[in-house]
């Protein structure tokens, strides 16, 4: 069984550095093909894909947030970690990671709020 | 980036309804689409992948269709679980995008 879950502060200060890591099991990223996605979705608003980590440490970002984030693993610890800095409050959301073997998101966690505020 | 628009963007249906939800592409993506439902406070969940293969476990009442920059989502006839937000995802190049969404609610 593939579960996965976020875990990060739950509120950060505006141009703070948020990090969220996601905890899954039931899958290893050092196998083939596999991979784990970032996403988020703010509140009453749709999903916007944020970054993406594959088994052989490929990495892709989206073009707007490319240079506030940095996505990363630890395959002995089965996480994958996800940095965004200089928060601001329309990064409030709900950040859910996804994993797969494609490039659709087969599983997901339940989601972490995030509310930047001061 | 690739763009991705939905319509409607919201669908009042009853139980028993054929629904049908439109997403389309800015540009061609072949039949790298997937679509999901999300319920109120739930994460999404993977209803159709590569356009029209039902993910395990979904009933069949879903279906997909399409290639190029047209797609579609089909529920046969509507159950009361069915009452939810479905998304679109282009898989086709990065940035990954999603549509913005269409809410299917009791008529």
């Known amino acids: 069984q593939v579960t996965l879950k976020e875990s990060g502060p739950a509120l950060v200060k505006p141009t703070q550095t948020l990090t969220l890591t996601c905890t899954f099991s039931g899958f290893s990223l050092s196998t083939s093909a596999m991979r784990v996605s970032w996403i988020r979705q703010p509140p009453g608003k749709a999903l916007e894909w944020l970054a993406r980590?594959?088994?052989?440490?490929?990495?892709f970002y989206s073009t707007s947030l490319r240079t506030r984030l940095t996505i990363s693993k630890d395959t002995s610890k089965d996480q994958v970690v996800l940095t965004m800095t200089n928060m601001d409050p329309v990064d409030t959301a709900t950040y859910y990671c996804?994993?797969?073997?494609?490039?659709?998101?087969?599983?997901w966690g339940q989601g972490t709020l995030v509310t930047v505020s001061s | 980036d690739i763009q991705m628009t939905q319509s409607p963007s919201s669908v009042s249906a009853s139980v028993g309804d054929r629904v049908t939800i439109t997403c389309r592409a800015s540009q061609g993506i072949s039949g790298w689409l997937a679509w999901y439902q999300q319920k109120p406070g739930k994460a999404p969940n993977l209803l159709i992948y590569a356009a029209s293969s039902l993910q395990s476990g979904v009933p069949s009442r879903f279906s997909g269709s399409g290639s190029g920059t047209d797609f579609t989502l089909t529920i046969s006839s509507l159950q009361p679980e069915d009452f939810a937000t479905y998304y679109c995802?282009?898989?086709?190049?990065?940035?990954?995008?999603f549509g913005p969404g269409t809410k299917v609610d009791i008529k």
């Open positions: 995802q282009q898989a086709n190049s990065f940035p990954f995008t």
């Open positions: 980590i594959d088994w052989d440490d490929d990495k």
């Open positions: 996804a994993g797969g073997s494609g490039t659709h998101f087969d599983y």
